[in-house]
């Protein structure tokens, strides 16, 4: 059942719910992508009511001119909580929407269940994880010189069509599992459909967590959140695992899930181990 919710500013954002169980809301990674999880939905089906959304300005919600703020996404998924009319809900997020999910629990920790961190960098700098995560992806698609190629030219060059848009970001998706026969073809799912990329919105939002990030506010508020949390992670993302020992070690409630054999998005490639460590959660 898709519908519309409505931001307390008016800007309409898309939402989706399916299944039965505990109420578990999505936040998709980015900025500036859509929902991708359909898969994760089906995943969980029998054991949650998933509620899934595209955030402000991206995918299937109402284009507009922002704001770009972490502080305006976390009321857009607080409109989302109470379209819905949940008092509390268990909240998952993957890559950037993980730093959402745990945002919008350090504001409202009265409203969240659980936390599922997925995929996410942890919160110290981004010298904790930066430079690794290109060097990794420069190396990945090497392993490829034609692929690394195509991508350079399409980084470098102004102008893409939308198709030229979508291959660019298929090579790019495709250093992000472990998988390398079936990268490209995963990739590819993730694509489909392209809804293009909000690239203000992602270049703001990554501009603002670099000055936020890695504050001794933050690791005080992160010790002081009384909410169960998991954090799971693909042992093969090309993001360092190291950077989100900063958020384990701060955490008082929490539990980690490595996956051994998945990359980024691990309930790609470990369906079965994802689905365990998050109904456990909930």
């Known amino acids: 059942m898709t519908m519309t919710v409505t931001a307390d500013d008016g800007v309409r954002l898309w939402a989706s719910r399916s299944g039965e169980g505990v109420p578990l809301v999505l936040c998709h990674g980015g900025p ?128 893409l069509t939308e198709a030229e848009e979508r291959e660019r970001a298929v090579l790019q998706w495709s250093v992000e599992f472990e998988d390398r026969e079936r990268a490209l073809e995963h990739a590819a799912r993730l694509a489909d459909p392209w809804l293009g990329v909000n690239v203000e919105c992602s270049r703001t939002l990554n501009d603002e967590r670099r000055r936020a990030w890695g504050t001794p506010g933050l690791y005080a508020a992160c010790q002081a959140l009384d909410v169960p949390v998991l954090i799971v992670d693909g042992a093969h993302d090309i993001r360092p695992r190291p950077a989100v020992d900063s958020l384990e070690r701060a955490l008082p409630r929490v539990r980690r899930v490595i996956l051994p054999d998945a990359g980024h998005l691990p309930w790609v490639e470990d369906p079965e181990g994802f689905r365990e460590a998050v109904t456990d959660a909930l």
């Open 32 to 159: 500036g992508l859509w929902d991708t999880f359909t898969d994760v939905a089906a995943l969980l089906a029998d054991r949650a009511m998933t509620i899934r959304w595209d955030q402000r300005g991206c995918g299937r919600s109402e284009p507009c001119a922002g704001p770009w703020t972490s502080e305006r996404f976390v009321a857009d998924l607080d409109a989302v909580r109470h379209h819905f009319g949940l008092e509390r809900m268990a909240l998952f997020g993957h890559s950037w929407g993980a730093q959402l999910a745990l945002s919008y629990t350090l504001a409202h920790p009265e409203r969240v269940g659980t936390l599922i961190y997925a995929s996410g960098t942890g919160i110290g700098p981004d010298a904790d994880w930066h430079g690794g995560y290109h060097a990794n992806l420069r190396a990945r698609l090497g392993e490829h010189p034609e692929r690394l190629s195509r991508w350079r030219e399409l980084t470098d060059r102004h102008g």
